[in-house]
């Protein structure tokens, strides 16, 4: 059964500082892997995903990798702000089944992030 | 910009009472999912759709029902509200074949049943 971790679970910095999220996953056998920000009382936003064939994405001050082999993704956050702060939650795409095509998204419980000013 | 909306963002009902929750987007996307979030269990799936009229299970649907007549419209139905039903619902919508995977979620209906 797919379990998807992170830890931290919060995490607080000061301003400027680089970070770094951490994502594992028992199962290697997964579509992609998706970062999520989720900002308090809201729904997620999808900030980046890494397919199963991809080693990793980078999108201005993100940069997220996947190790499939080790079960493992990573979220590094470029000189933090404030405005970084949130939730931050990875998800992986599996099979339910293969036949039909048909998936399912397995999320890990999150990373709170407090950017201090 | 797609928009996913849910019908409301605070609900308060009593035990025993049947609860509908209520989600719209307006991309025509085929595929809706329903989720619970809870502290320290993250995001856990309820039902999912892949289209008008279809439904399958996620992986916690006891006590839940769902319903899709219009691909706009998926709709969480909790048939008798229990106490551990309280917690915070997202739905989300996604186009089939969208290489980016992108699920765009609605703002969340927190849910409290007393």
């Known amino acids: 059964k797919q379990e998807v971790t992170q830890i931290p679970a919060a995490l607080s910095v000061p301003e400027g500082e680089n970070l770094v999220l951490n994502c594992s996953f028992t199962d290697s056998a997964i579509y992609n892997l998706q970062w999520f920000r989720q900002d308090p009382g809201k729904g997620l936003t999808s900030l980046l995903l890494i397919q199963s064939s991809q080693r990793e994405q980078t999108s201005g001050r993100l940069n997220a990798s996947l190790d499939k082999s080790s079960g493992r993704s990573t979220l590094y956050i470029a000189a933090s702000q404030p405005g970084d702060s949130a939730t931050y939650l990875c998800?992986?795409?599996?099979?339910?089944?293969?036949?039909?095509?048909?998936?399912?998204?397995?999320f890990g419980t999150g990373t709170r992030l407090k950017v201090l000013a | 910009d797609v928009k996913v909306t849910q019908s409301s963002r605070y609900l308060v009902k009593r035990t025993g009472e049947k609860v509908f929750l209520e989600c719209v987007q307006d991309?025509?996307?085929?595929?809706m999912f329903w989720y619970r979030q809870d502290p320290g269990l993250g995001l856990r799936l309820i039902y999912f759709?892949?289209?008008?009229?279809?439904?399958e299970k996620g992986d916690i649907p006891e006590g839940y029902s769902v319903s899709r007549e219009k691909k706009e419209r998926f709709s969480l139905i909790l048939e008798s509200a229990s106490t551990n039903q309280t917690s915070m619902y997202l739905c989300a919508s996604r186009l089939t074949g969208d290489i980016t995977d992108t699920q765009y979620f609605g703002p969340g209906t927190r849910l409290t049943v007393l």
């Open positions: 991309m025509d996307h085929e595929n």
């Open positions: 759709s892949y289209d008008v009229k279809m439904k």
């Open positions: 998800a992986v795409r599996v099979a339910i089944h293969t036949d039909s095509g048909t998936y399912k998204y397995i």
